[in-house]
């Protein structure tokens, strides 16, 4: 019986690796990442350590676009959203949270957890958030501490109008600016230093192309001289700064993903910021050109270059759809809370290219005829080549 279990589970195992990861994250390595973290550990205090951590700031603060540090967490993009907040948030004064989907919602959920007060600035699933309804938001909390947004809202392919909510939050508050930029770097221009970001935050498994396990937050001057009152030890971002400044980290890290981040990041400056953002607006471009050429209708009313959320045709299970895309070879996500069932999500960040974008859509359009929805196989493929082809 036990070795039934043991072979099945194996043989699923195998399927899930065969299948193309083209949901929002984690996103397939590239090969030189893989090779990276499969060599031999070094001890993370010695100085072959510290110099691979001051490269891996260097491509950091070149991806961020910004002169400030950079810190290096071990954990998820979420963690990184929790040390921000501790951080800079305060026990005595409201926190100002840009609502809007799942990953908005997590910084309130943060925010009351540490018993800080939170100020939800509502937003429709699906819509981007109002820059004008913000400002008045905050001229109503005046003592508002910090603010909250998530630049783009994996959980509905929402890109929020990121630009102009900095600017309202710069132009009519002396609140500190958190922003969640966990699919928004290196999928868009997103400059730290030009928006006035106080804290941006990114996660390993998103653009970098590594897997999950790190996280990293930028920091401005502004909000080093604002530190706030909440507990705090092992997201202590003071602390990690003064040791990240010699090359170390507070705590022993996740070495051989830091390997792979190194691997990454010259990948990254390989191409280059321009070509970057480039291609990710043409992988969505040819996404979106495709879901609609097969007569499905996107969730968000703006979507993000990130991953593009379609609603699931009427009389189908979306579980049961993104399971099909599943057994035919593709890991198309679904959607989240409330959302379940009603939408797929189709990632098309990081290490994603035209391949990927064509490998979801054909793998959708069978899943879709297999469940009895009509189909003119090639119709969604063919629009997202024309789409490739006129970029």
Request: hydrophobic residues 45%.
């Amino acid at each position: 019986m036990g070795q039934r279990i043991f072979t099945s589970a194996r043989c699923e195992f195998m399927s899930a690796q065969k299948a193309a990861l083209v949901a929002p994250g984690p996103v397939p390595l590239p090969e030189a990442v893989r090779l990276a973290m499969a060599g031999q550990l070094i001890h993370h205090r010695t100085p072959a350590f510290e110099a691979i951590m001051r490269e891996v700031g260097q491509g950091l603060g070149w991806l961020y676009q910004t002169q400030q540090d950079v810190l290096v967490l071990t954990g998820s993009g979420s963690t990184g959203m929790e040390a921000a907040l501790v951080n800079f948030a305060r026990s005595d004064a409201p926190v100002v949270c840009v609502g809007g989907g799942k990953f908005a919602l997590r910084w309130a959920e943060v925010a009351r957890a540490y018993g800080v007060e939170v100020v939800l600035l509502e937003v429709p699933w699906g819509q981007a958030a109002s820059p004008e309804a913000l400002g008045e938001l905050l001229e109503a909390h005046p003592n508002t501490a910090a603010v909250t947004i998530t630049a783009n809202e994996t959980s509905t392919g929402v890109h929020h109008p990121i630009e102009a909510l900095c600017a309202v939050v710069r132009e009519r508050s002396e609140a500190l600016l958190l922003v969640d930029g966990i699919t928004a770097v290196g999928v868009q221009d997103l400059g730290m230093d030009a928006l006035g970001i106080d804290a941006l935050v990114t996660g390993s498994q998103k653009v970098y192309a590594v897997p999950p396990g790190l996280a990293f937050v930028g920091v401005s001057e502004r909000a080093w001289s604002r530190l706030g009152d909440l507990p705090r030890y092992g997201l202590d971002l003071a602390r990690e700064r003064a040791r990240q400044c010699d090359g170390q980290t507070a705590f022993s890290p996740a070495i051989s993903l830091i390997f792979g981040l190194q691997a990454a990041l010259r990948l990254l400056r390989e191409e280059g910021l321009e070509a970057l953002w480039g291609r990710h607006a043409r992988c969505a471009q040819a996404t979106r050109a495709g879901v609609a050429a097969l007569g499905l209708e996107l969730f968000s009313a703006a979507p993000c270059n990130a991953v593009t959320a379609v609603r699931v045709p009427d009389g189908l299970d979306g579980v049961a759809l993104a399971t099909r895309c599943l057994e035919l070879g593709a890991v198309i996500a679904g959607g989240q809370s409330h959302l379940k069932g009603k939408i797929l999500r189709i990632g098309h960040l990081g290490s994603h290219r035209r391949a990927d974008v064509i490998h979801a859509l054909s793998t959708l359009e069978l899943a879709l005829e297999s469940m009895g929805h009509p189909v003119a196989f090639g119709k969604g493929v063919g629009a997202a080549l024309a789409r490739f082809s006129a970029s």
